[in-house]
């Protein structure tokens, strides 16, 4: 059911960001890298991942 979640097809007509894969990087403890997948069509590229980092962010 959460791969089914994360693919354009799932998203597309909506303003949601489905959060996948979430693990932290070799250069800190404070970097994280996580896969997400939005509609860019319909908000624009950059909205999907400023959504993303606000969420892991907590704000």
């Given amino acids: 059911?959460?791969?089914?979640?994360?693919t354009p097809a799932a998203v597309s007509g909506t303003l949601t960001v489905p959060i996948g894969r979430v693990r932290k990087m070799k250069m800190g403890p404070q970097y994280v890298q996580a896969f997400t997948c939005g509609d860019q069509l319909l908000w624009g590229a950059a909205e999907?991942?400023?959504?993303?980092?606000?969420i892991l962010v907590g704000k």
């Fill in 1 to 6: 059911d959460t791969l089914a979640g994360l």
């Fill in 48 to 54: 999907p991942l400023r959504r993303m980092l606000r």
